[in-house]
């Protein structure tokens, strides 16, 4: 059984940072791209950013230039180092990994950025 399991969560002030961390464990033979989402309330789910086993990156408009993903392919985990933090980067944010050439998702971890 293939799990994503992430960590780092929790409350930071605005301008602040966090460091989320997602590790996959189980039977791995292949893993292709290791990302994020994140969820608002009330919003639909919206692309973080990935990084491909290759090491190349692609980022959601709205994070560009304060985020970035990293992975330790030694490790089988991806992460997301969130710098200038603003309320509304407020959301659960979920792992997303194509493992096996299958489709795997974190239950997700909270991010809360007070004002």
């Known amino acids: 059984q293939v799990q994503l399991v992430e960590s780092g969560g929790g409350l930071v002030q605005a301008g602040g940072s966090l460091r989320l961390s997602c590790a996959a464990s189980g039977i791995i033979f292949s893993i292709n791209e290791m990302g994020w989402y994140r969820q608002a309330l009330g919003k639909q789910r919206e692309l973080v950013g990935f990084?491909?086993?290759?090491?190349?990156?692609n980022y959601g408009d709205s994070v560009k230039g304060r985020f970035t993903i990293s992975r330790d392919n030694a490790k089988n985990t991806v992460y997301l180092q969130m710098n200038s933090l603003k309320p509304e980067d407020t959301a659960v944010y979920y792992c997303?990994?194509?493992?096996?050439?299958?489709?795997?998702w974190g239950r997700g971890t909270q991010v809360t950025v007070s004002s």
């Open positions: 997303n990994s194509v493992i096996n050439s299958l489709d795997y």
């Open positions: 990084v491909t086993n290759g090491g190349r990156t």
